[in-house]
């Protein structure tokens, strides 16, 4: 009888040990749906983690060399490489009030538009010598405009800067360039009011993609957040490469951010930049209005992930190691985040007022409108644009040569 007690003694030390190393290392996870943040009390004690309005996930440990290092200053050396219907004009918004805010000075092409460089060349040093000359006294700090990664190219610009890029899942960024780049028209395809375009399209893809010669739908239509992260279209189907293409984008990047998780993707940025939340408070830019959108069923998500399976793989990639940032962070990190969405829920009451949609380069968008009589820092919110960042370098560094560092 001692002998077996003695056993059975054993067994349940070895199984509490087990259980403990089981939850240092993240294996056991508690999870459950929630319809709003809001409705979950917190209990920092119990060190769960809130994945916000999809799970509940118990928090491993973080060892100590692992956690961000306190701010001593915020960082104004930002390259953001902006991603199509990510999210990235918000991002972009927020990142230029800053530097607008800063004096800081922009990468902006002199030739065209400021918000793109290329939709299909990477940045080259072809580039680097037709640019807006940055303000007197100053150095490029900040690159936000449309334009395939290139980090060495970028580099001789703005050495020693915080690379930042954001990506979506690919069923809800594909479906949204199909609705916002107007896909079916561009193709020509022929429907009646009774048919789904995009089912059409899914369904005999190699037909409509030979409709185009532009490379730029044709990127839009593939893979497109790889190809701007840095894989070339002739390379989708090698293995080897896209592997190699993501892991040289786990070391290129600072933070790589979610869409589906945009407010935790922004607590994540302030402490990597070291700003303060008034910083990160935003509206919505450059979004769809109701329509077109389509449904996604079963039989179309498959045939997304098949069309972008590298897309499917960046992605998972990315959204797994989004999450080692968050534990990162620290006990704080939840903290911050209701302190933010508090501000957040202030912005539209304080600042919007009632918009509707127009047209804006003949995509249908919400505008957002500031109510005439708001706080100051509603029209900070507000106050941006590419052609302001354009007009201010024209004018301030009108009789300055180009400062490369």
């Known amino acids: 009888m001692a002998k077996l007690t003695t056993k059975l003694t054993v067994i349940a030390v070895f199984g509490a040990l087990c259980f403990i190393g089981a939850l240092e290392s993240g294996v056991f996870m508690t999870v459950f749906h929630v319809s709003q943040w809001t409705d979950v009390k917190m209990n920092t004690s119990s060190r769960l983690m809130l994945y916000s309005n999809t799970v509940l996930i118990r928090e491993s440990q973080v060892p100590s060399y692992q956690k961000y290092e306190e701010c001593k200053a915020p960082i104004t050396k930002v390259v953001f490489l902006k991603t199509y219907k990510t999210g990235s004009t918000t991002v972009s918004s927020i990142l230029s009030r800053f530097g607008l805010g800063h004096n800081l000075s922009f990468v902006i092409p002199a030739q065209h538009h400021p918000g793109y460089f290329s939709r299909t060349e990477r940045f080259n040093s072809e580039m680097e010598t037709q640019l807006l000359p ?116 786990t070391n290129d990047f600072d933070l790589v951010m979610i869409t589906e998780y945009f407010d935790e993707s922004l607590i994540l940025l302030k402490q990597l930049l070291c700003w303060e939340f008034e910083d990160i408070l935003y509206v919505h830019q450059n979004a769809r209005k109701n329509r077109p959108r389509f449904k996604i069923d079963d039989w179309k998500r498959q045939r997304i992930f098949e069309i972008n399976s590298a897309d499917y793989k960046l ?91």
């Open 134 to 249: 940055p303000l007197p006294g100053s150095r490029y700090s900040m690159l936000v405009s449309h334009v395939p990664f290139n980090k060495t190219a970028i580099n001789n610009v703005i050495p020693n800067a915080t690379f930042i890029t954001i990506l979506r899942h690919p069923v809800a960024a594909y479906e949204s360039i199909f609705g916002f780049a107007a896909i079916a028209d561009h193709l020509h395809m022929n429907y009646t009011s009774n048919e789904d375009p995009f089912e059409m399209f899914l369904s005999n893809t190699d037909f409509y993609m030979n409709r185009t010669k532009s490379l730029y739908y044709r990127t839009l239509l593939r893979n497109r957040q790889i190809f701007d992260v840095g894989l070339d279209p002739k390379n989708y189907d090698n293995e080897t490469l896209v592997e190699h293409v993501i892991q040289q984008a």
């Open 315 to 405: 992605y998972q990639h990315f959204n797994k190691t989004f999450w080692h940032k968050v534990r990162a962070y620290g006990d704080s990190f939840y903290d911050d985040l209701v302190t933010f969405r508090g501000m957040l829920q202030k912005v539209p009451l304080e600042c919007l007022d009632n918009g509707g949609s127009v047209n804006e380069n003949k995509h249908p968008v919400n505008k957002t409108r500031v109510k005439d009589i708001a706080h100051s820092y509603c029209t900070n919110i507000k106050t941006w644009n590419f052609d302001e960042m354009e007009a201010r370098q024209q004018t301030k560094g009108r009789n300055t040569k180009r400062h490369v560092p």
